[in-house]
Each structure stands twice: as C-alpha cells, then as structure tokens.
C-alpha cells in the first residue's frame, strides 16, 4: 500500500487551455473523492465516486469540470478553457466504504495548478 | 448545511511545550464525525485523530487528544510535547453520519513550533 498518488505534482497553463489530472487510491479503497483548497482555505468538496459510480457533484464543479473514474480504480479530472479562477491545489482522498460505517479519508499529495 | 470554524488563523507554541487549537461546529444533527487534519508545507493532509460524536470519551493518539463538548459544539485539539515536526497546517473536519462522503473543513490554524 503506498497511499494515495495524484500526477502531475504542479501544472501551470494559460488561460483557455484544457488540463487533465490524475489519482491513484489506495488500491482496496471504492470510494474516492475529489476537493478543491485554494489559498487560506480549507478544502472544498467537488465530487465523488463509488466504484465506477459518479454518485454527486458540488455546485462548485461548473460544466467546464468533468470526473471519470473507469473500472472503479485510478480517476481523471479535467478542466476545459481554464480560467484563472481555477488555480487551486486539488486534492483527492479515498476510503473504503461498507453501509453502515464510517471510514476517514486518505489524502493524496495534490496537483497544484496555476492559471496564467 | 454544517460549518465549521477555526477561529485563530496563526499559532505558536514553544518546543516541548503544549498547546490547544480551537475548533467549533455547527449541525443540527444527532450522529456525525469529527476530524482533525494536519498538513505540513507542500505535503500531504495526514489524518491526526478522530471522534465519533456518540462516544463521550475524548479521543487520544499518543501526544494528541481532544476536548469533545457536544452540546456546546466544540472539538479541540491539545498537542503535548510539541515538537518541530509538528509545524503545519491543523485543519478541523465535519463528518456527517453512517454512509456520509461530504467532508466540511473549516480553514485551519497555521501552527509553528518554536525552538
């Protein structure tokens, strides 16, 4: 087990511009989830999946947001015509998860994006 | 909707010295979880040390522990012994119950550890 990985680490691009990124859970976790912090904040919740399952979206995540998950293992999130607004580090986190319990989430190192 | 706050941005505190970081909440539900993150500069949120609000004994991991009040809705965090590793980010994190995914973070406490 070696945790939650997000590739890149950092990406910088110019506005307008698509980018797409990368996490890996923790490899018997189903649920993964994905967060937005930008500077001074804590994170924010964006969505999340059960499996292959995209179960809910936050208001956050505009039209110009999509999250896949395939297979139910590693999940992209790509941002079409970025705008500066997005420059945020986005973090993703995964857990297991069995009805009726609660499990804490595990963070991945992020993928830090700077919008020029 | 549950909120979270933290309300000291900035703290410090003296090597092998302890401290406490202030959390409060606020739901209007019965059975939730409550987190504490730490996340040191430019790496990852680890978890330090959580509390099921149906238990009324406070929380504990070695040098950490918390100070649960339900009914006056706050969770804080007492580090012990602190040590300069300890240095980071502390962010306090709502749960709702069983089967829940949404966490809610309030905006953290920037913790330095002075030698």
């Known amino acids: 087990d070696t945790g939650v990985s997000q590739d890149p680490r950092h990406k910088i691009t110019k506005r307008g511009q698509n980018v797409t990124f990368r996490c890996d859970p923790i490899?018997?976790?189903?649920?993964l989830y994905w967060y937005r912090q930008t500077l001074g904040q804590g994170p924010e919740f964006l969505t999340y999946?059960?499996?292959?399952?995209?179960?809910?979206k936050s208001r956050l995540l505009s039209d110009r947001f999509s999250a896949e998950r395939p297979k139910g293992s590693f999940s992209t999130l790509e941002i079409q015509r970025t705008e500066q607004g997005d420059s945020a580090m986005y973090l993703c986190?995964?857990?297991?998860?069995?009805?009726?319990?609660?499990?804490?989430?595990?963070f991945g190192p992020g993928t830090r994006l700077t919008v020029t | 909707a549950q909120t979270v706050t933290q309300s000291q941005p900035e703290m410090s505190v003296q090597e092998a010295e302890t401290v406490t970081l202030s959390c409060t909440y606020d739901?209007?539900?019965?059975?939730?979880?409550l987190f504490w993150y730490k996340q040191p500069p430019s790496r990852q949120m680890i978890l330090v040390i959580r509390?099921?609000?149906?238990?009324?004994q406070n929380a504990t991991e070695n040098r950490f522990s918390v100070n649960f009040q339900k009914a006056a809705k706050s969770f804080s965090l007492k580090i012990s012994d602190s040590q300069l590793g300890d240095a980071a980010m502390y962010f306090c994190?709502?749960?709702?119950?069983?089967?829940?995914?949404?966490?809610?973070f309030g905006k953290g406490t920037k913790l330095s550890v002075i030698p």
């Open positions: 986190a995964s857990s297991p998860w069995v009805s009726g319990a609660t499990y804490e989430q595990y």
């Open positions: 490899s018997e976790h189903n649920r």
């Open positions: 999946f059960q499996n292959e399952a995209q179960l809910e």
């Open positions: 739901t209007s539900e019965s059975d939730y979880y």
């Open positions: 509390q099921e609000a149906y238990k009324q």
């Open positions: 994190a709502f749960l709702s119950g069983a089967g829940s995914y949404q966490l809610t």
